[in-house]
T-cell receptor
């Protein structure tokens, strides 16, 4: 079956530009998560969505970061006025519900490089 | 906040059993323990999950002592393809405080 799909797989952009990263979760999964992973580091939680509830944005590093999830399915992470420290792999995951004991299914990420 | 502590790295020869221990001294009553595996250029992949005692699946075993303050992921007879980073995650209800993957344990399997 189809897993979590992220696009683009790689993105190179100039400092100061805006970028949009897309995540298609597994069909029927109500919970969706965004993480950031810098080179050689662990995963840093950014934001998560559960059903129609307000998203938990507590992990977003600055107001340049935002995310939305339309129709409870596809999600877009937007980074405005990108900075070099935004360079990282951005991972999306989905799970059947928002209980931690429901395994998260990850995409392979978008590698973002800010020049 | 049920944060976890794992060794940064481990090396093992092919065919050996590997045990990776995760410490979680502040684990709460409702928390589960979940392990993920991550290969380079891929997202993490669920391996195994448990609440107490022992859990075994086709990939690994998870040992949890009675006090639940630690857990041990056991990989039997590792092969080169088991070279990866292994993350221990502890929590119950999803939320920012329970989505702490840490830096994981980098396992290198040597031929």
């Amino acid at each position: 079956g189809a897993g979590v799909s992220q696009s683009p797989s790689n993105k190179v952009t100039e400092k100061g530009k805006d970028v949009e990263l897309r995540c298609d979760p597994i069909s029927g999964h109500t919970a969706l998560y965004w993480y950031r992973q810098s080179l050689g580091q662990g995963l840093e939680f950014l934001i998560y969505f559960q059903g129609n509830s307000a998203p938990d944005k507590s992990g977003l590093p600055s107001d340049r970061f935002s995310a939305e999830r339309t129709g409870g399915s596809v999600s877009t992470l937007t980074i405005q006025r990108t900075q070099q420290e935004d360079s990282a792999v951005y991972l999306c995951a989905s799970s059947l519900t928002d209980r931690v004991h429901q395994p998260q299914h990850f995409g392979d990420g978008t590698r973002l490089s800010i020049l | 906040l049920a944060k976890t502590t794992q060794p940064i790295s481990m090396d093992s020869y092919e065919g050996q059993e590997v045990n990776i221990t995760c410490s979680h001294n502040n684990i709460a009553t409702n928390d589960y323990i979940t392990w993920y595996q991550q290969f380079p250029s891929q997202g993490p992949r669920f391996i195994i999950q448990g609440y107490k005692t022992k859990v075994t699946n086709e990939v690994a075993s998870l040992f949890i002592p009675a006090d639940r303050k630690s857990s041990t992921l056991s990989l039997p007879r590792v092969s080169l393809s088991d070279t990866a980073v292994y993350y221990c995650l502890v929590g119950a209800q999803t939320g920012a405080n329970n989505l702490f993957f840490g830096t994981g344990t980098r396992l290198t399997v040597i031929p």
